[in-house]
């Protein structure tokens, strides 16, 4: 049964990864709250576990998004070139930062991300964040509070390089690109701190996302994903609530 439901967290995730450009955050660690006590000694820190695994099952997931948006020419090289420092110190700030943090602070920081994320989504006027702030200081930003939420931090690339005159499709590709690099530094910069991850749990997810990824890519490019983000955001809620009662009982 937990076999089952990691195999569909990894196609759901790969799915919304190639959909809408994000890491598959919102759908793994929730699953890895859920299922990770069984396998933790007493006083392990469930959501650094949570979020390390998470942050491992998303680069085979970002990597086959990525190189189905690459061979369709979606992903803006340069865009990607200008916030690749700034996402990995932010990225490097937020794995410094996250096995010192209580674990109900990053239970915490999930559930205000994803639930900010749903709430954003209802709205009818476009989210301009960060509208003048420079490329390097937006670009630590997202890296270092996405690696804190275990996320690839779609919900603020894909706004902030529409501002910057990006296509949607366009920006949620090179969105793939920012998700990739950021858990790949992320997770060396953990490993390094000898962070905990349960590798089998990202092995299946990361595996099953990436056989995922290049349908949710094409249903991108050929499908209006309005409604779809919609339905996203309502599981966001659920997810968002589901992380703050973790918070509350740790």
């Keep these: ?48 576990v949570a ?50 943090l209580r674990p109900a602070w990053v239970a915490l920081v999930f559930a205000g991300y994803a639930g900010y994320f749903a709430w954003r989504q209802f709205q009818a006027r476009p989210w301009r964040w960060g509208e003048t702030w420079p490329v390097g200081l937006a670009a630590t930003a997202i890296g270092s509070i996405s690696v804190l939420a275990g996320v690839g931090g779609a919900v603020f690339t894909v706004p902030y390089l529409e501002q910057r005159a990006l296509p949607m499709h366009r920006a949620v590709a090179t969105s793939s690109g920012v998700a990739l690099l950021l858990s790949l530094v992320a997770l060396g910069s953990l490993a390094g701190q000898a962070a905990p991850v349960w590798w089998a749990a990202a092995a299946w997810v990361g595996g099953c996302a990436a056989l995922a990824a290049p349908l949710g890519v094409r249903c991108a490019h050929g499908l209006p994903v309005r409604r779809l983000k919609q339905a996203f955001a309502l599981l966001l809620l659920v997810v968002a609530v589901t992380a703050l009662r973790k918070a509350l009982t740790l």
């Design 1 to 48: 049964m937990e076999t089952m439901v990691l195999i569909g967290c990894g196609l759901l995730s790969g799915f919304l990864a190639g959909l809408l450009g994000i890491g598959g955050g919102f759908v793994v660690v929730p699953a890895m709250l859920a299922l990770l006590p069984a396998h933790l000694a007493a006083g392990a820190p469930l959501p650094q």
């Design 51 to 100: 979020v390390a695994t998470s942050l491992a099952a998303m680069v085979p997931t970002t990597l086959s998004a990525l190189v189905t948006q690459w061979r369709r020419g979606a992903v803006d090289a340069e865009a990607l070139r200008r916030l690749s420092p700034g996402i990995v110190l932010g990225a490097w700030l937020g794995a410094v930062l996250l096995p010192h």
